[in-house]
């Protein structure tokens, strides 16, 4: 039996760069605010397979670099790399945007060529409830 991809499926993925964070928001959905993150972080060589399997499905998405907070995985920026020379459309970081140390790295992955997401920032840190965050 033969398998033919879907033209109109998703043309969307995410690549969960890690589950850490460095704030604590109670409300949120990835579990961060436990501080031990339930999953590894993702690595390049993830990153490399999932393309491998995608390209010979013949299916080119939009990468999405999320978290947890992503810029906390160590390769960061070569994830940025990867996903700026395979993604079909401009891959897009969705980060807190907490710390001087994150908005750097933000900025860099905007120089390689990346959309960083403001709607999940906070710049300010923590939330303590959605009622506090117009991002939920």
């Known amino acids: 039996m033969s398998i033919t ?3 109109d499926a998703t043309a969307k993925c995410e690549w969960h760069l890690s589950l850490a964070c460095q704030i604590a928001c109670m409300a949120c959905s990835r579990a961060s605010f436990l501080r031990q993150p339930h999953t590894p972080a993702m690595t390049l060589d993830d990153a490399v397979e999932f393309m491998r399997q995608a390209d010979a499905l013949d299916w080119r998405p939009r990468v999405m670099l999320v978290g947890g907070e992503p810029t906390l995985n160590p390769d960061f920026l070569d994830f940025v ?3 700026v020379g395979w993604s079909a459309q401009q891959p897009q970081v969705w980060s807190n945007g907490y710390g001087e140390k994150t908005q750097r ?3 860099q992955a905007r120089e390689l060529g990346a959309a960083v997401v403001m709607d999940t920032q906070k710049p300010a840190g923590s939330i ?4 506090g965050f117009a991002g939920w």
């Open 5 to 7: 991809p879907r033209r």
């Open 81 to 83: 790399r990867l996903a």
């Open 105 to 107: 790295l933000l900025e």
């Open 128 to 131: 303590e409830d959605v009622a």
